[in-house]
């Protein structure tokens, strides 16, 4: 065979031209290529850095802001629940000198909280911090939103339950502060009397945020400089490397470009020197280049001979993987006959025993009959009897006569049952039939999805097993709705419903089972685009718990199951847009499979 790359004189001379005008491109391209990563790449990397610690600063600093907002929350709760438990024995005990002293100390030791307040329902200040607003009725914006708090707690059942937070401002002189204030009910007995106010300043917060916040823009001005003057560094250092490199990657190249020259001209022995060519692939390019001259003209040789022995290989070839794929073909004709014919022979059986017995009952009444066997002996004894004259009495003639009245019903009802037997053996062939018939339709192979009336296929399904339905008295109910055809493969979905009504009568085998019900229901959803089916008996049924699992492989509930019927059905229905669960009430309560297939188009009306 020809060797890869360049292979005949006139291809080298084709591409000479394009390697020597190259070379000046190669060299811009190596120089703009190294300057681009060190000068370019370095800097949009720092820029990535930059941002991501930016980001990830700011996060940092919002969890920060978070948490001391939530331990100044935690605190003020903790801080206001205790007052207003002392609260609730001032208002039961009339005394509100206790809680007053009480505020007033806890709002000098916390520099950070603002003021104490026990407040009513109608807003008046029972016990207050500042001793001079005790017993004025308070109206200030956040006095109201507390009133407004009280309102909302009034049917509240649980008082340990309730606490509320507003953010808001008050005015301190000239200046207005941030405030948060926390709001605490407390009860006279089981009456809400009133709510604990406890308002923080916020601005100390907002000033260690504004201070963290300026730090971190500092920091980041300082990382900015740091990583220009590293990119500055950088370019100069990709421009020095870029040359240097360039310089050494071109002379490698000029070399292989004159040792195309030479080879072009017809001097298949010329080689490259490999000390004189910088980089281990432009050295390996290099002996390859001086391996594909040597071996140059043996490969004409080689090719001219295999030119001429690749037609007839080919040929030979093509009629191997013919009678290859002819053989398969055949193997997966006669697996499928084989399947089918094993589905044909045992419905066929089940058919075939019953009229046998029959046909064999049938012979041996008819062997056994006293028409058969009796009847000339009786009559040549009348005729015997009739020919002596005055050989029968009254009483012998009267039963005689009796005799002659009674045999032709005798004779009818005999015929009557062989008849009504031989009419079983009828139903039993033409059942033989209609087996065949859906064997033989149901067994042509299709692997596209076609448009199914799944109404009929679960009638099919219902005939085919309609021996095994009714030797176990299974009493089988349809509720069939009007359905537009499902985008299905035919044969697939039969198999499905078989499995689906084989599970369900065998779930009612059990002995405990007094109704065996099979209920069938076909309905159409999502405006026509799904129609669902529904089969439900009265089994058995399984633990809720274990529906997900019935359609795993090898997860089975049966004795002889193999755990492989219903895992296959959800595999295929999966994999072409329908879906299978299944539902049970629990042990004994029954169960119930839902199957939902696409419509092919929607139903008429939709």
């Known amino acids: 065979m020809k060797p890869d790359g360049l292979r005949t004189p006139t291809q080298f001379k084709t591409f000479l031209p394009r390697l020597v005008t190259g070379r000046a491109r190669v060299g811009v391209y190596l120089f703009t290529m190294n300057l681009l990563l060190l000068g370019i790449l370095f800097p949009l990397v720092s820029y990535s850095f930059l941002n991501k610690t930016a980001r990830f600063r700011d996060v940092q600093m919002e969890q920060a802001v978070s948490q001391m907002r939530a331990d100044l929350r935690r605190r003020g709760e903790s801080l206001t629940r205790s007052l ?25 030791r916390d520099p950070e909280l603002l ?46 339950a309730s606490v509320g937070f507003f953010e808001g401002t008050i005015q301190l002189g000239e200046q207005e502060i941030p405030v948060l204030e926390v709001m605490v009910p407390f009860y006279n007995g089981t009456r809400l009397w009133g709510v604990v106010r406890s308002g923080y300043s916020l601005a100390g917060l907002e000033r260690q945020i504004e201070r963290a916040k300026k730090e971190w ?4 001005r300082d990382l900015r400089l740091s990583l220009l ?42 080689t490259i020197d490999l000390r004189k060519v910088f980089g281990a692939e432009f050295r390996q390019w290099a002996e390859t280049f001086n391996n594909m001259t040597a071996e140059l003209r043996r490969s004409y040789q080689t090719l001219e001979e295999y030119s001429h022995s690749l037609e007839a290989k080919v040929a030979a070839r093509t009629k191997e993987l013919e009678k290859a794929q002819e053989e398969l073909v055949r193997q997966a004709h006669e697996a499928g006959m084989a399947e089918m014919a094993v589905g044909v ?13 029959l046909v064999s009952l049938v012979l041996r009444q008819l062997k056994k009959s006293p028409l058969r066997s009796g009847l000339d002996e009786v009559f040549q004894q009348v005729q015997k009897e009739l020919a002596q004259p005055g050989a029968l009495s009254e009483e012998e003639r009267r039963r005689l006569i009796e005799v002659a009245r009674l045999l032709p019903t005798g004779i009818r009802e005999e015929y009557d049952r062989f008849i009504a037997e031989m009419e079983r053996v009828r139903t039993k062939h033409e059942h033989i039939e209609s087996v065949i018939g859906l064997q033989m339709r149901y067994a042509r192979v299709v692997t596209t999805k076609e448009e199914v009336d799944a109404n009929q296929v679960i009638n099919d399904a219902l005939q085919i097993l309609e021996e ?27 198999q499905i419903f078989i499995n689906l009504i084989k599970n369900a ?48 492989f090898g ?17 295929y229905l999966l994999a072409n847009d329908g879906t299978i669960t299944a539902r049970s009430d629990g042990p004994g309560q029954g169960a119930e499979f839902v199957v939902s297939l696409p419509a092919a188009r929607p139903a008429e009306g939709e």
């Not at 500042?130 to 909302?152: C, E, W």
């Open 84 to 108: 207003a438990v002392s609260a609730s024995q001032a208002v039961a005990g009339f005394d509100y000198s206790f809680l007053n002293i009480l505020m007033r100390q806890v709002s000098h």
């Open 115 to 160: 003021y104490c307040i026990a407040m009513d329902a109608n807003r008046m200040a029972i016990a207050h911090s500042n001793a001079a607003k005790q017993g004025t009725v308070l109206d200030d914006p956040l006095a109201h939103n507390a009133a407004q708090f009280l309102a909302s707690l009034a049917d509240h059942k649980n008082p340990a």
């Open 217 to 220: 823009a500092a920091q980041m």
């Open 229 to 270: 003057a590293i990119s500055g560094a950088a370019l100069a250092a990709g421009l020095l490397i870029a040359m240097v490199f360039s310089r050494l990657l071109l002379g490698s190249i000029n070399r292989l470009s004159q040792g195309v020259e030479r080879v072009s001209g017809g001097d298949l022995a010329s």
């Open 345 to 357: 022979l045992h419905n066929i059986g089940n058919a075939i025993t019953p009229a046998k017995v």
């Open 468 to 494: 095994a339905l009714r030797n176990r008295n299974v009493e089988v109910e349809r509720r069939f709705g009007d359905l537009p055809p499902v985008a299905m493969e035919q044969a697939r979905l039969l």
């Open 505 to 552: 009568y065998e779930a009612m085998e059990a002995p405990e089972i007094a109704e065996k019900r099979l209920t069938i229901t076909t309905t159409v959803e999502e405006e026509g685009k799904r129609v669902v089916v529904s089969v439900k008996d009265t089994g058995v049924g399984f633990e809720p718990q274990m529906a997900e699992r019935l359609f795993r």
């Open 555 to 571: 997860f089975t509930t049966k004795a002889s199951g193999s755990g492989f019927g219903l895992h296959s059905c959800a595999n």
